[in-house]
């Protein structure tokens, strides 16, 4: 199927229906919309019905949210490892624990 490229644009840039211009080029109305994809047509934006263009999905942007402060455990205390490997292996050979027992012991205090 053969569409005057030219045309085309002309038509869809005056705003005329995707349906009316798939029956002026006898066509699927599916093939307008690939056809405008395959030829780099921007989209059409939407109308409201107070006469303005909303913003496309994805541009508004949201104030960014901060993370929160991670909460400050005394030096040498289980928590303080913040249930990291290594840490948690020092802490056990620091108190002649096994790294399993550390874990445990780092889980149950965690949720008090």
Not at 39 to 46: F, H, L, V
Request: aromatic fraction near 8%; hydrophobic fraction near 35%; include cysteine.
């Amino acid at each position: 199927m053969k569409i005057d490229r030219k045309e085309f644009v002309m038509m869809w840039e005056a705003g005329v229906p995707a349906a009316k211009m798939a029956e002026h080029f006898g066509c699927h109305i599916a093939y307008i919309s690939s056809f405008r994809q395959r030829n780099n047509i921007p989209r059409r934006g939407r109308i409201a019905q107070d006469g303005t263009v909303p913003k496309p999905a994805g541009t508004i942007k949201k104030p960014a949210a901060s993370a929160p402060e991670p909460p400050q455990y005394p030096p040498g205390s289980i928590l303080a490892t913040e249930g990291k490997y290594s840490l948690l292996c020092e802490y056990a050979l620091r108190h002649g624990m096994t790294y399993l027992g550390a874990l445990q012991s780092w889980h149950r205090e965690r949720v008090k």
